[in-house]
């Protein structure tokens, strides 16, 4: 199995910036894809960035341009820099990391609260 652990969020006033940490432990080789995912209130969790193994990265169209997703497989960790903060980037935001077909890892959740 594999426990990712998520840190980093928090309040912050639009325009301001937040870092995001997920690190895993327990069976973590052969990491394929990590990403990071957000739900809001009353709406569906999305997909807010992925990086491969490759170090191919992907963005959601609302954060592109202002949040950069990072990897370090040394560590086992991803990360998410948030800038730019916006009030509509209010969510828990989740950390997935994927190992195979249906090994698929996800932590707990951290808040982000961004006032205006």
């Known amino acids: 199995q594999v426990q990712l652990v998520e840190s980093g969020g928090g309040l912050v006033q639009a325009g301001g910036s937040l870092r995001l940490s997920c690190a895993a432990s327990g069976r973590v080789f052969s990491i394929n894809d990590m990403a990071w995912f957000r739900q809001a209130p009353g709406k569906q969790r999305e997909l807010v960035a992925r990086?491969?193994?490759?170090?191919?990265?992907d963005y959601a169209a609302s954060v592109k341009g202002r949040f950069t997703i990072s990897r370090d497989n040394a560590k086992n960790t991803v990360y998410l820099q948030m800038n730019s903060l916006k009030p509509e980037d209010t969510a828990v935001y989740y950390c997935y990391m994927n190992r195979g077909v249906r090994l698929d890892y996800w932590g707990q959740g951290t808040q982000v609260a961004v006032s205006s």
């Open positions: 990086i491969t193994s490759g170090s191919t990265t």
